[in-house]
């Protein structure tokens, strides 16, 4: 009887583990492996972050590498990049498109295939994805020279905040960076500006983009970002009236441009303005975007008037240096003899208005020759050689926070001694100005020469070679060259458009 139940058992003990395995295969064959390998790295990335204005996303890492103190433009970590899979398709260049599916199989048992296609801004975006982590990449080297061959100029040394980022990011830029200039408006106040004033880089930058010789395109889908191309300081000149209180006329054609481009492109609506710039160095600046909220909170605002106190926002805002070209042209303006020919501690002269320039001539106007201070300068006395016989050039704030006196200290070779509320330098989100000039708080101005003097001679000797080394970033050139003022204020717009994602 054993013998005949164990032949019986037999059997169903070898074909019952088979039945069980057959089970569980049918069980995994309902999922694919396929759905996972096809999901696109850039669309769960679109999918999982909305656009928002108010904080940056996808920004970079390193915020004391590119930024300076809590002013400054504030690059926050990026999350990594998935690989993405071998068989995403990018869609024709020149095509505008939504997302289209499309699914083909022989039979029940066939691998699905999916083919993802994308929108001019989502390809965009996903370059600058890359970017974004090509540049953290660099900011773990800090300051150690960029390994990128450069037949220019290769940024290097202290005066930089992070050499090698910099200089990576001004490498993608020149790839990538594209600026759409709207059509609308008409000239004298679109499409122009002043360049022989103390105005002079207002007019001086919207003229080079219109151009087009670099980084301009005439295709707005390739674009990274919008000039708006009215001139506040034109507008200033034909539409306000002398005398008046109000400036409503010039705030309403600002309010009106906008209306118009928004109405006539998609581009406005699409980003809340957020890769939308514009240009001012005249002092009402700031005032002319009050009456757009999106303009004034959301927009790349590069402004003279840099103050902090007045809503200048550095995470999007630029800082845009006051530069006076009487002639319109820089010759004869660079250069100065070396230090041991600069016999004057320090120097200033300029009108009284502002009460830090009223605090800083009631404190020392004839007081010391060492301090030499004037509101008008003695009969024969040439400004610019008093600039290149000083080793220390005071630049206080007037009514508002920008100066020319910044940049014709460095043109100068003249240590710059900053004394403002609320300014935020050009270009300090890439130059680490600790290096190259003195802060002075306002309430330190009985105290100035004490704070130059106590500055030895080997570390003013440092300073004065980084002010000479920074030059170049300051110049403003008739025809612009690499790392000039033209490209470096186009580069701190690209740092902002990099501060933002933008999708459809």
């Known amino acids: ?73 504030y690059i926050s970590p990026s999350p990594e990049p998935e690989p993405e899979p071998a068989n995403v398709y990018w869609g024709d260049k020149n095509q505008e498109e939504d997302e289209t599916w499309q699914a083909n199989s022989t039979d029940s048992n066939a691998e699905t295939k999916v083919i993802r296609t994308y929108s001019r801004i ?26 990128h061959e450069d037949q220019d100029y290769v940024p290097y040394g202290p005066v930089y905040r992070n050499a090698n980022a910099f200089h990576r990011s001004y490498l993608e830029m020149e790839k990538l960076f594209k600026i759409y200039v709207y059509k609308e408006g008409d000239r004298p106040m679109f499409h122009n500006g002043m360049c022989k004033s103390i105005y002079s880089t207002e007019g001086r930058l919207i003229h080079e983009i219109e151009k087009g010789t670099l980084y301009k395109t005439e295709d707005p889908e390739e674009a990274l970002v919008y000039l708006l191309p009215f001139s506040v300081v034109m507008m200033v000149q034909y539409l306000y009236v ?30 809340q303005g957020a890769d939308h710039f514009m240009v001012s160095c005249h002092d009402w600046g700031p005032r002319t975007t009050f009456h757009v909220p999106n303009l004034f909170n959301k927009s790349i605002r590069v402004l003279c008037n840099a103050n902090t106190s007045e809503g200048f926002n550095p995470s999007k805002d630029v800082s845009l240096p006051e530069i006076n070209l009487l002639t319109g042209e820089i010759t004869g303006l660079i250069g100065g003899p070396s230090p041991s020919k600069r016999p004057i501690l320090a120097f200033f002269a300029g009108r009284l208005h502002g009460h830090i320039r009223y605090l800083l001539l009631e404190q020392w106007k004839e007081k010391d020759s060492d301090v030499q201070v004037y509101d008008s300068l003695p009969q024969g006395v040439s400004y610019q050689t008093m600039l290149r016989s000083s080793r220390f050039c005071l630049c206080p704030s007037g009514y508002e926070v920008a100066s020319p006196r910044v940049v014709e200290a460095i043109y100068s070779e003249c240590i710059p001694v900053l004394i403002s509320d609320g300014y935020i330098p050009p270009l300090s989100d890439v130059l680490d100005w600790k290096t190259f000039s003195v802060q002075v708080d306002v309430k330190d101005i009985p105290n100035i020469k004490t704070i130059l003097m106590s500055i030895s001679q080997r570390q003013y000797l440092r300073m004065h070679r980084r002010v000479k080394q920074v030059q170049r970033h300051f110049v403003m050139n008739p025809s612009p060259k690499r790392f000039d003022f ?19």
């Open 242 to 271: 002398p005398g008046a209180r109000e400036i409503h006329a010039i705030e309403n054609t600002v309010a009106d441009y906008i209306n118009v481009i928004s109405q006539n492109h998609r581009f406005w609506n699409r980003s």
């Open 122 to 147: 989502e390809k965009i975006e996903a370059r600058l994805v890359k970017v974004r982590q090509a540049i953290k990449g660099a900011i773990r080297y800090r300051n150690l020279t960029s390994i």
């Open 486 to 504: 033209f490209h470096m204020m186009i580069h701190s717009v690209w740092l902002r458009r990099l501060n933002v994602q933008i999708q459809d």
């Open 1 to 73: 009887m054993l013998e005949f139940h164990r032949k019986r058992l037999t059997p169903i003990l070898i074909l019952l583990p088979l039945v069980l395995i057959s089970v569980i295969a049918c069980n995994f064959s309902f999922s694919s492996p396929l759905t996972l390998k096809n999901k696109s790295s850039v669309s769960s990335f679109f999918d999982s972050s909305k656009y928002q204005t108010d904080q940056p996303l996808n920004s970079l890492q390193g915020v004391d590498e590119f930024s300076s103190s809590s002013n400054s433009t």
